[in-house]
């Protein structure tokens, strides 16, 4: 008599049909964006509501880790922004390192594209800022409207999906990571003491380990949680912003599967046939079936080059955990108390709009342009000028970074608030132009 499996309960059938809608919910991109944009609201509505002082008091509560003496001890918020922010950073870095290995910026000429644009993205909004604020207690903004919110301008172009080509995603990216990076070595060398060189070499010593251990073959996520923390803790100590720690792995994070001895699909089907022999022999003892599952997971995880699989794992978690959560902790700014009749008030808000908003798109297109036409560059493959245009406009949301140069760069607290209302400001006109943009020129290439 044959063996009859017995019929699945109801209640599984439905929940497996619930939690396959809901994955391929989540991967459609524009849902993270809006998400994002829901998120945004709320922070800004609860931070100028009557309950602000509670939002404040929430992402000011310590969070502590200790180990015996030692105790590490920071706020919520900075969790969120220095340590959360470094997973979002990873998933960056790993779309980069296979757009540099296999994609749009493979080519020396398309690589070094957005590294010219997003210096002409610093300069311009520098000089914009400058002709506006010349006197010396305002001037020292000059560096706010340098710097573009990575998170906010990827979520604010999730919201125009797969209209827009994926290397234009990809020049957005490999952009502001090096606009971010500018913005560090600005505060670096303006706004602080300096790099300390004791933190780059612990952060080097992370990178060593993390090379050492691809070099004897190790192939689990986890094991790289050390030497990622001391790479993290590393670039905490030098003074740069610990978070670009995600960027570095990224990037050497290697992007083929690692050599073994036998293929992986030999693995696969060697395990299989050992527990397709157990079940043929009604072995129950789960020890004899712990070795050909061990390979078959093992087969499993070989099939994609890590840098695939780690970012398809993380992209969930990222896309409706962490982005939402930090733009919750960050756009909750407080408008009120900005009073415009105060001269200085006016210069420094007025000159971080106009950096923002006309600076940095002229900046990123203008040196794109002159790179392109001097035959330093070439555009990367799908991308236009309308899609140069569409970068340079969402380059302009500034947000998270622009507000912390601000709270470095002004003591006067009608100044800081001046900045941080130029910067929403901004940041809104900047999304909301691009996203204009982003519909108008998808709508032509369809009529086209």
């Not at 409207?145 to 290397?167: E, H, M, Q, Y």
């Not at 957005?172 to 300096?194: E, N, R």
């Not at 695939?308 to 407080?334: D, K, Y």
């Not at 340079?392 to 760069?409: D, K």
Request: with cysteine; proline share 5%; aromatic share 8%.
């Amino acid at each position: 008599m044959s063996y009859q499996r017995p019929p699945v309960p109801r209640v599984q059938v439905l929940a497996g049909r619930a939690f396959e809608t809901v994955h391929r919910f989540i991967h459609i991109e524009a849902v993270s964006g809006i998400a994002l944009l829901i998120a945004s609201a709320a922070a800004l509505i609860w931070a100028n509501s009557p309950f602000a002082a509670g939002y404040e008091a929430l992402w000011h509560t310590p969070l502590s880790i200790g180990l015996g003496d030692f105790v590490f001890s920071r706020s919520l918020h900075y969790w969120l922004n220095d340590a959360l922010m470094t997973v979002f950073f990873l998933v960056v870095g790993m779309e980069i390192r296979r757009e540099i290995h296999e994609g749009s910026l493979a080519d020396l000429r398309q690589a070094a594209l957005p590294v010219i644009a997003a210096l002409g993205g610093v300069a311009a909004p520098t000089l914009f800022y400058l002709a506006i604020n010349g006197q010396e207690l305002t001037r020292r903004g000059w560096a706010v409207p340098t710097a573009t919110d990575i998170a906010f301008a990827v979520g604010v172009l999730a919201l125009l999906g797969r209209s827009i080509p994926r290397n234009v995603r990809i020049f957005l990216l490999a952009l502001a990571i090096i606009d971010d990076i500018v913005a560090v070595l600005i505060i670096a060398l303006f706004y602080s003491g300096g790099l300390d060189f004791k933190g780059l070499f612990i952060a080097a010593a992370g990178i060593l380990a993390v090379f050492a251990l691809q070099a004897i073959g190790v192939a689990s996520a986890y094991a790289y949680t050390l030497p990622g923390a001391l790479l993290w803790f590393g670039l905490l100590w030098s003074g740069a912003h610990p978070a670009l720690a995600g960027v570095v792995l990224g990037l050497i994070t290697p992007v083929v599967p690692r050599r073994a001895e036998e293929q992986p699909l030999e693995t696969a089907t060697r395990a299989l046939d050992d527990l397709r022999g157990l079940a043929a022999q009604r072995v129950a003892d789960p020890h004899r079936k712990a070795r050909p599952l061990r390979s078959l997971r093992k087969a499993q995880r070989e099939l994609l080059p890590p840098v695939t699989r780690v970012q398809m794992a993380l992209h969930p978690w990222v896309a409706f955990g962490i982005l939402p959560l930090f733009a919750f902790a960050n756009a909750g700014v407080n408008i009120s108390g900005i009073d415009l009749s105060i001269a200085d008030v006016r210069q420094v808000t007025v000159g971080v709009i106009a950096a923002l908003v006309v600076g940095k798109p002229l900046g990123v297109i203008g040196a794109s342009w002159l790179a392109v036409r001097s035959g330093i560059c070439r555009l990367p493959t799908a991308v236009t000028w309308s899609g140069i245009c569409l970068v340079g406009l969402l380059a302009g949301i500034g947000f998270t970074m622009s507000i912390f140069i601000a709270a470095l760069a002004f003591n006067d607290p009608h100044l800081l608030n001046a900045a941080k209302a130029g910067v929403l400001v901004a940041s809104s006109v900047a999304g909301i132009a691009g996203l204009t943009w982003g519909k108008f020129t998808a709508r032509s290439s369809e009529n086209d």
